[in-house]
């Protein structure tokens, strides 16, 4: 995978932002291969179809593609607040790449991809509206928080310079899709759940590790009034899916 962007048939007279969108389109499209069934090419959608920018011919999965400067941080802006959540809530949200680059020599620098599964309300978080002043005063934009989401649906593809192998990326693409839940609130427990198991630092852990969370997952859900219950649900749910083991101790053991 080359991570050099090539200016070639650019036109310079763009403004910046416009360069770095066609720059950055155009590297995908040249050297990204399906992050889902491993096809050589994912293709640019032709007219700017709001949903998703690139899709697979194979497996028809479709891509949305948000870069920027520097570095990748724990946010990135999107656009308007409603529309993403509506998005999310209907299931109609496509994979979103995140790439960084190096401003200057515009070399790829970071690349991830996160499963539209992954995607929860409480990982979209409300900007300010915009002034009176402003030419769509009162829009409401919102932020992409990159730093919410599971390491389970965080799949690196290049890190900070150097392509991870397309093997690693494709199994844990295949891994991460066993967290596949359609129901928004389940899936909220189910990643809400799996951020505390992922923060835990032991390999093996009890049930009084995880009842830690508690407070922390009551903040998150306050209608709910059984957060234990909820909890032992959810580590029910990844050990069904190969994410944990129950040992032999009555303690649960992470297979990752
Ligand atoms: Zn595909």
């Known amino acids: 995978m080359d991570l050099q962007m090539h200016f070639d048939g650019i036109d310079v007279y763009h403004s910046e932002t416009q360069r770095a969108r066609l720059l950055t389109e155009t590297w995908v499209g040249e050297n990204l291969y399906c992050p889902r069934c491993g096809n050589e090419k994912i293709l640019h959608f032709q007219n700017n179809r709001p949903v998703a920018d690139f899709y697979c011919e194979h497996c028809k999965n479709e891509f949305e593609l948000k870069s920027k400067g520097g570095k990748l941080g724990e946010k990135i802006n999107d656009g308007a607040y409603e529309t993403m959540i509506a998005r999310i809530t209907s299931n109609r949200n496509p994979d979103f790449l995140f790439m960084s680059y190096q401003k200057q020599s515009m070399v790829v620098k970071d690349l991830v991809i996160v499963p539209k599964h992954f995607f929860v309300p409480s990982m979209i978080e409300k900007r300010k509206p915009l002034s009176a002043s402003a030419r769509r005063a009162g829009w409401v934009g919102c932020n992409i928080l990159l730093h919410t989401v599971p390491q389970q649906g965080f799949i690196k ?100």
């Open 157 to 256: 593809i290049v890190e900070n310079g150097c392509a991870i192998d397309k093997g690693i990326v494709l199994s844990q693409m295949s891994r991460s899709s066993n967290l596949e839940l359609s129901n928004i609130e389940a899936r909220g427990w189910l990643f809400d759940v799996l951020q505390c198991v992922n923060q835990i630092q032991m390999q093996e852990f009890t049930l009084d590790d995880i009842y830690r969370f508690e407070a922390i997952l009551s903040a998150k859900h306050p209608n709910n009034h059984n957060v234990k219950p909820k909890i032992r649900q959810q580590l029910q749910y990844l050990r069904d899916k190969g994410f944990l083991q129950f040992t032999q101790r009555g303690e649960y053991k992470k297979l990752y």
